[in-house]
């Protein structure tokens, strides 16, 4: 398993050669959404409208951040359960998108959505909001204010810290972490 | 009649969940740290170490430990010579979780069912509470509080079996909510089972379950068994921390058992994520 360091955005070439439980350190802008934006982001593609950001080689982070502190960029932000966009997110890579970071399983839809269109699914660590809120130098609203946490962001990264779960090659690292580790009867 | 004015029980429900924001109960950390020290894979070790990290970072610069700051869950225990001073005990928590969630910079996680809107921005919002309440001997009330996740709410069930299904077809079920749940509500998690009682009385049950500090044995040893039990079953499944396979899946199992009709078993799984954020106060 080993370690890499990328910039936003990515292509291809960055993400064909990262393997299941490889470890990723991200750098550069990346954009926030959860189930609520997902929803608005996907049906402007299916009526041909413009998105807010550009898709081509982005990274979608989903996350609702705490609200920040005064001089702080950014409140605690942990990756929400991922399970929640997977209706979404074939959608999302088929127009460019890359990258997706959340936590826990996703559908076959996705892994095989991650084969066709180059994607990766990173987990990070759920629960280590104030750990993960450090690394985001730099947070904007740029669509939805009125979702509140669920909004749309722009934010900037320095070394967040992700672990490769689904490659481009089908693999999935919590099938293959539980199936060295499961006891059976 | 003892009276409590109405401002005391605002101000003890604010500090508590300003507290259980950013400071992660002691019981919980030592779990965590135990389960470090045994996990047998290198990758969930390394998870449960960013787990503990984070849970120093959040006490030192005041950070919530989580974004998920939960909505705010209560079991109040209102002894019968007591009285509040200056309006209702419903009241006084709801205004305490406001406060609570505004002053310490929490997420408001409440939103409408179907618009999905949160009704005022993220700041200040995290209302009603859920309250549940009952009536005991005394002039004190005792409340406790923990900030429930969505994410392990989310994977928790219940379901009424019929009372021939025993201990063995609870154990079944048990681990069939766990297995399929895998690494979405954020594991190492703890168990909280209602048994018995009628069905919303299960699921109540499970909820209080998960109130229980994570160091303390069930008082009945025949559930301390069960317990016991269902812990090695979930522990089997290799899910491991955040689903990335390994030995410890739960830090603990608690069971709250009611009697119940001669007609059904009711069964409740309430899941803890990893981070859980208990606390209660006596006025």
Known sequence: MATYSLTTPLTSEDTKQLKAGDTVLLNGTIFTARDAAHSRLVALIEEGKELPFDLEGSVIYFVGPTPPKPGDPIGSAGPTTSYRMDSFSPTMLKNGSKGMIGKGGRSQEVKEACVAYDGIYFGAT?????LLGKQIKSAEVIAYPELGPEAVRKITVEDFPVTVVNDTQGNDLYQMGREQYEVKN | MREIEFDVVVKAVKDMIM?????????????????????????????????????????NEKRPLCQDTGLAVFFVNVGEE????????????????????????????????????????????NLPAIIHFDIVKGDKIDIEYAAKGGGSENVSRARVFPPAAGKDGIVAYVKEVISDAGGNPCPPITVGVGIGGTFEKAVISSKHALFRDLETENADPEMAELEARMLTEINNLGIGAMGMGGTKTALAVHIEANPCHIASLPVSVNVQ?????????TI
């Open chain 1, 126 to 130: 759920g629960g280590a909001g104030a």
């Open chain 2, 19 to 59: 507290h259980c924001g950013t400071d992660l109960p002691q019981d919980t950390y030592d779990a965590l740290e135990k389960a470090m020290e045994e996990e047998k894979s290198p990758v969930s070790k390394e998870v449960i170490r960013q787990l503990l990290e984070n849970a120093t970072i959040a006490k």
């Open chain 2, 82 to 125: 007591v009285r509040i001073n200056g309006g209702l005990l419903r009241d006084a928590i709801n205004k305490g979780t406001e406060q609570g969630y505004t002053e310490g910079f929490l997420r408001a996680s409440t939103c409408e069912p179907f618009s999905r809107l949160n009704l005022k921005d993220s700041v200040g919002y």
């Open chain 2, 273 to 281: 994520c990893h981070s859980s954020r208990h606390t209660h106060i």
